[in-house]
């Protein structure tokens, strides 16, 4: 539906109201209507025209290897998300509760990210990019962790040619996470 076809005022009950129709926005509409919410997505492109930063991304995601050690994943995740073994702190501290809080979701679940794009769609692959974003960090070695790159093409060599509306055998990257989605 355009942006003008919306009426002045409309009314929708719905259990889970995602904004946005990017990676995040469809992983989380994914989630909650696998476990049996009503979801409404909304998004502000045009449907006709729409074309997400997720299409336009490297299709790059984490997932450690499931069979790392999870209490190491836990540490290296910790090291990250409480800013504290970063110089130049973009992201900001994390309260000490909240970052540990946060690390062990993160070794609980991110393992498992390959694995629910593969439920998604069989057909859909990864490649490996690299290991920890911070080798230093503890437990980046042991932790098993992961960059993966998504593909269907089973290789990664056209991120940089655009892939929008070609078939989904050949997309690599963005276009093919996007896909998978």
């Not at 042991?142 to 593909?151: H, K």
């Amino acid at each position: 539906m355009s942006r003008n076809a919306f009426p002045e005022s409309w009314d929708y009950k719905t259990d889970i109201l995602v904004v946005g129709f990017g990676g995040a926005g469809a992983c989380a509409a994914i989630a909650a209507a696998d476990r049996g919410a009503d979801v409404l997505i909304v998004e502000k492109q045009a449907e006709d025209g729409y074309y997400s930063n997720t299409r336009m991304s490297g299709g790059a995601f984490h997932s450690p290897r499931p069979d790392g050690n999870r209490d190491v994943l836990e540490a290296y995740a910790l090291a990250m998300f409480s800013g504290d073994n970063l110089p130049w702190k973009l992201e900001g501290e994390l309260p000490s509760a909240i970052a540990s809080e946060l690390a062990a979701a993160w070794a609980e679940y991110a393992p498992q990210n390959l694995a629910w794009m593969q439920d998604l769609d069989p057909e859909y692959s990864a490649v490996e990019e690299r290991g920890a974003a911070f080798p230093e960090f503890p437990g980046a070695d042991e932790s098993a962790y992961r960059v993966l790159r998504s593909t269907y093409s089973g290789e990664i060599n056209n991120k940089n040619r655009c892939q929008k509306d070609d078939p989904k055998s050949v997309t690599e990257s963005g276009e093919a996470f996007y896909t998978c989605l």
